[in-house]
């Protein structure tokens, strides 16, 4: 049973750090290619366009964002459970 812990915990850290890919992928993106802002006659009707070419634009959306904070997270919660566990069996 702890060899199926260990690799419980193995796949919560990567799942986290596939969380922590997409957030640097997410974040060269958007310092490589800056987002624009667009403005027709008032200051309250505009646009935020990213500079990116093709898929890369499709990145820079904030979903991309809630994509990343939840898998870090989900990994970080899987791995810290993960560990709770194993230390409570072992103590027993």
Do not use: E, W
Request: hydrophobic share 50%; charged share 15%; aromatic share 6%.
């Amino acid at each position: 049973m702890v060899i199926n812990i260990d690799k419980i915990i193995k796949f919560g850290a990567v799942v986290s750090i596939i969380g922590t890919v997409i957030m640097i992928i997410l974040v060269s993106v958007i310092l490589i290619f800056p987002v624009q802002k667009n403005c027709i006659d008032n200051k309250t009707d505009c646009q935020f366009i990213s500079t990116a070419p093709g898929i890369l634009s499709s990145i820079v959306n904030p979903l991309t964002l809630v994509t990343a904070l939840l898998t870090i997270s989900a990994g970080l919660l899987i791995f810290r459970f993960g560990t709770r566990y194993k230390l409570r069996k072992s103590h027993l």
